[in-house]
Nanobody, 122 residues
Framework: QVQLVESGGGLVQTGGSLRLSCADS????????MGWFRQAPGKEREFVAA????????MYTDSVKGRFTISRDNAKNTGYLQMNSLKPEDTAVYYC???????????????WGQGTQVTVSS
């Protein structure tokens, strides 16, 4: 069973970078598509990026295109979200998730991590 744990969040200034990691202790991660979502205070959870299990296809929400990069290392059962040129509006709790289907819809994802806080100061 997939068991996801995020890390790498923190406080960064506008224009800075962070790399989030998502480790699967269940060691079945390579069978699933992986997604990153975020939720800001008072807002609904929103899709950020996703990558198919064999790395061949990725997709991003428009607001992060060109700034964020999703990747994964199936040998390490770990996924990543490299975030560059961060903006205050990127401030949120970031969640990784795994699903049988490659999708931007949160309802498709069966497994979720606990989340990691990203705060971008202006």
């Amino acid at each position: 069973q997939v068991q996801l744990v995020e890390s790498g969040g923190g406080l960064v200034q506008t224009g800075g970078s962070l790399r989030l990691s998502c480790a699967d202790s269940g060691r079945t991660f390579n069978r699933y598509a992986m997604g990153w979502f975020r939720q800001a205070p008072g807002k609904e959870r929103e899709f950020v990026a996703a990558i198919i299990w064999n790395f061949s296809v990725t997709m991003y929400t428009d607001s992060v295109k060109g700034r964020f990069t999703i990747s994964r290392d199936n040998a390490k059962n770990t996924g990543y979200l490299q975030m560059n040129s961060l903006k205050p509006e990127d401030t949120a709790v970031y969640y990784c998730a795994a699903a049988d289907k490659f999708s931007r819809s949160a309802s498709v994802y069966d497994y979720w991590g606990q989340g990691t806080q990203v705060t971008v100061s202006s």
